[in-house]
């Protein structure tokens, strides 16, 4: 039996997959690794833990396998964006500072200080801030010079006067941007930063752990847009980016497609039960990954991956900016498509807090969700608990809430308007898709959340049909699709149909609920704008 491996190192565990040349899932392993929180706001992740359960999933996976399998190549998938340093050995000099660590918001302002939000957002597909990897760089050459080889923060250091440009999401106008007034190094400060070769690598947690596992320093053109530095339409890190972000170019991996061959397998991981020169691929971020693996690698179908956050990604065709600097450009893990993509925040995460507030058994939201009626007896929840929200609003200071609670609300109410919430964010983006005139035909829904009860609240909010990926972990399933056509098992178009092999029936919104959901969505809007504007956002919207 032939096999393919997909790794995903997730948020907070790692899938191990192996899928055999029908495609079918025959084997599946998993270890989780902690995660420290030293202050408020901030996620760290020993990279160690990552290889460590790396090994512990690909022996338990081995060992759960047929004894004639044949492993043909393994491919990787990852969390991102997650800062990842290694130093020339190859060991990490400090812990992975994790994608949705909120430290380098300063950071991220004075880099944006310097070419403005719309030109970076031109450049990258991305809409900057402190979950990037260049503002978390820049955070430790400021404050931890000694872990990057250097004596002295680097020269972006010293505070900059604002030069116009804005730390939020600006308009822009097609191609039309007009780039502020950018702010150099002296020669004398150049130099004394590239006097001797860098003395660490920068990369995110894909790269480490590819590393770990074949010695290469390589990244995929996914993962690189999680850099903030990388230019999506040139396929090249951009230079002037890297510059103003006090970036050398030398330590970032090099750039290579998906299924690429990155290297062998190393023998350190012989006593996995693998064999030793096994083909490692490239892989792509778990987003992308998820996207192929669940079945929605198709144009005109929305992903929606849920686990701690919740990316959505629509697979389009050609490459989709955003002239209102909402929704992301990114690279697809599937060559020759792109990906348009919004991420909310806190969704899976948020779930398990209320279920852990209201005393309720880990899974059991949407069963006491269901003993209320739609609209929560009149209860609304704004869902921004990882303090602020991306999606369509890119608003840092969005404060959580339940408004209009009442004495007869129940927990069964709470339970509601939260999963409502999270519809309703899903919704204000689908918007957002709508109005770039992408298309979205149906919904492919994944992850923890990917449960009956949520399909059919969000193919009444969404007014599209719902389907639930159910072909096991979507993001390492994904990953392994990759490995089968690097290996040539399959070609790109046969791996997109098995993804979608594991879809189930379509879910259709009842008429009267998605009319009803339609009028509630614009009374949501308003609270959310309301709530917002007493957090101190600056532009409320709808």
């Given amino acids: 039996m032939k096999i393919v491996i997909g790794l995903d190192l997730g948020t907070s565990a790692l899938k191990a997959v192996a899928l055999d040349a029908a495609g079918t899932l025959v084997a599946q392993a998993g270890t989780a690794y902690p995660t420290s929180t030293p202050q408020p706001g901030w996620a760290e992740q020993e990279p160690a833990d990552w290889r460590a359960a790396a ?69 990258t597909g991305i809409v900057l801030d402190a979950h990037y990897l260049a503002p978390m760089h820049a955070w430790v050459a400021r404050r931890q010079p000694r872990v990057l080889g250097h004596n002295h923060a680097p020269w972006f250091d ?3 006067p604002r030069s116009g440009g804005s730390a939020g999401p600006t308009a822009v106008g097609g191609n039309q941007t007009t780039p502020t007034e950018k702010v150099v190094p002296t020669t004398e400060q150049r130099l004394s930063e590239s006097i001797s070769p860098p003395a660490y690598r920068l990369g ?36 002037e980016l890297c510059r103003v972000s006090g970036i050398d170019v030398g330590v970032l991996p090099g750039l290579a497609q998906p299924i690429a061959v990155a290297g062998e397998l190393s023998p350190d991981w012989a006593a996995t039960g693998l064999p030793a020169g096994l083909p490692v691929f490239v892989g792509a971020g778990d987003a992308l990954t998820g996207v192929l693996g669940s079945g929605a690698a198709n144009p005109g179908t929305l992903a929606i991956i849920t686990g701690t956050s919740t990316s959505m990604v629509v697979t389009t065709a050609q490459p989709v900016l955003d002239p209102g600097v909402r929704a992301l450009l990114t690279p697809h893990a599937v060559p020759a498509l792109w990906g348009s993509e919004m991420d909310l925040m806190a969704t899976g995460s948020a ?31 704004c869902p921004y608990l ?4 991306q999606g369509a609003l890119w608003d840092d200071r969005a404060p959580a809430a339940f408004l209009g609670l009442r004495l007869h609300h129940k927990a069964a109410d709470l339970a509601r308007a939260l999963l409502e919430g999270i519809a309703f964010e899903s ?10 005139e992408v298309p ?15 399909a059919v609240l969000l193919a009444a909010v969404l007014g599209r049909p719902v389907r639930m990926a159910t072909a096991g972990p979507s993001s390492a399933v994904g990953a392994a699709l990759l490995a089968g056509i690097g290996a040539g098992i399959w070609s790109q178009e046969q791996a997109i149909g098995l993804g979608r092999r594991g879809l189930g029936a379509p879910v259709i919104g009842d008429p009267g609920e998605t009319a009803l959901y339609q ?11 309301a709530i917002r504007g007493l957090g101190g956002s600056q532009a409320p919207t709808v």
């Fill in 440 to 454: 979205v035909d149906e919904v492919v829904l994944s992850g923890g959340m990917a449960t009956p009860f949520f």
């Fill in 204 to 239: 995110s947690a894909k790269d480490a752990l590819l590393h770990a596992l074949c010695g290469s320093w390589l990244t995929d053109p996914s993962t690189a847009s999680g850099s903030g530095v990388y230019n999506p339409l040139t396929s090249a890190w951009d230079a």
């Fill in 55 to 123: 090994f512990s999933a690909l022996q338990a996976l081995h060992e759960g396998l047929p004894a004639f399998a044949q492993p043909l190549g393994l491919a990787l998938s990852a969390q991102l964006p997650t800062l990842a340093l290694l130093d020339r050995m190859g060991a990490a000099p400090r812990p992975a500072i994790v994608w949705y660590d909120g430290r380098a918001g300063a950071e991220a302002e004075q880099l944006l200080d310097q070419i403005g939000v719309a030109e970076w957002y031109r450049r």
């Fill in 351 to 381: 779930v398990r807090w209320l279920e852990g507030i209201l005393g309720q058994p880990p899974g059991t939201l949407d069963s006491l969700a269901a003993q209320s009626v739609p609209g929560a007896r009149g209860l609304i929840a």
């Fill in 519 to 529: 009028r509630l969505y614009a009374g949501y809007a308003r609270a959310s704008a």
């Fill in 158 to 160: 010293s505070p900059r």
């Fill in 386 to 389: 990882a303090g602020g929200e």
């Fill in 427 to 436: 919704r204000r983006c689908l918007q957002v898709w709508s109005d770039l």
